[in-house]
């Protein structure tokens, strides 16, 4: 597996690959999936869009971008979707390092994750296994598909 910066030919793929977690409802702050032309202003919208390639077929990808602005822009925030037949694999645990290594080369001082759903213990556990500092707990933070409110956990990292 290699982990490269996104073309536009890959627009497709990402999109499918963003679509099912947010379809999945259990990790993306967004309801809507995205169409095509949207995923195109999306990708292109971001600092660095990584992505995650084995045997030519995309795989993964994570997205980088401010989390905030001016006096805050160097602090960065990134999201992370891997293709739902190859979770399990590590390939998210790739992804979110290279996406440090970017951070850092963009500049970034900071990594900050601002909704971690406390459900998702794989991301959790991975986090805390990298070094992010976990900064407490946001009760009924996030809205699952079925209506109900789940606590997010705030994690950031210096680069």
């Not at 379809?23 to 095509?36: I, K, N, R, T, Y």
């Not at 399990?88 to 963009?106: C, M, P, Q, T």
Request: with cysteine; charged share 30%.
């Amino acid at each position: 597996m290699k982990i490269r910066e996104y073309t536009k030919k890959d627009v497709e793929s990402l999109r499918e690959i963003w679509n099912q977690v947010v379809e999945d409802g259990v990790a993306f702050p967004q309801d809507e999936p995205l169409s095509l032309e949207e995923a195109e202003e999306f990708f292109a919208g971001q600092s660095y869009v990584g992505v995650a390639e084995k045997e030519g077929r995309v795989i993964g990808l994570y997205i980088l971008h401010p989390n905030n602005v001016g006096r805050c822009g160097h602090i960065a925030n990134a999201s992370y979707a891997v293709r739902r037949d190859v979770r399990g694999e590590h390939i998210g645990e790739k992804l979110v390092r290279d996406s440090l290594a970017k951070a850092a080369e963009l500049s970034f001082r900071v990594l900050q994750f601002n909704a971690v759903v406390a459900s998702n213990t794989r991301a959790i556990h991975l986090y805390e296994k990298l070094g992010f500092v976990h900064l407490g707990r946001i009760p009924g933070g996030f809205k699952l598909k079925d209506g109900t409110y789940e606590d997010i956990l705030p994690f950031y990292i210096e680069l």
